[in-house]
Nanobody
């Protein structure tokens, strides 16, 4: 497993932008470049929802329909980070955002289900005001 730390959440007005980062801490950085990484979010009273995912090489990216065209996922394996650029934020995007990771062999595509990952961060709150 990998120790993950999210950052970059906060309060923003509708139409604004935020950039979330997911970093592997300590010795976990050694294996982070071998991980597929996903972002999920959970709003109060709702189930956890897939947002975006990226393969270990960065060559395969998936974005949910609800954020397509507004959110972009990227990674920098030299820095052991995965970023989620969120533009055009809406009040419906308000949630706690979690990053998740799983070490995989090179050809495994990133998953869109929680069960595809075995390491999770503590989450970062994103609040979008109308």
């Amino acid at each position: 497993q990998v120790a993950l730390v999210e950052s970059g959440g906060g309060l923003v007005q509708a139409g604004g932008s935020l950039r979330l980062s997911c970093a592997a801490s300590g010795s976990s950085g050694y294996t982070f470049s071998r991980c597929n990484v996903g972002w999920f979010r959970q709003a109060p009273g709702q189930e956890r929802e897939f947002v975006a995912a990226i393969s270990r090489s960065g060559g395969n990216r998936i974005v949910s329909d609800s954020v397509k065209g507004r959110f972009t996922i990227s990674r920098d394996n030299a820095k052991n980070t995965v970023n989620l650029q969120m533009d055009g934020l809406k009040p419906d995007d308000t949630a706690v955002y979690y990053c998740a990771a799983k070490s995989v062999i090179l050809t495994v595509p990133p998953g869109v289900h929680s069960e595809s990952y075995d390491s999770w961060g503590q989450g970062t709150q994103v609040t979008v005001s109308s």
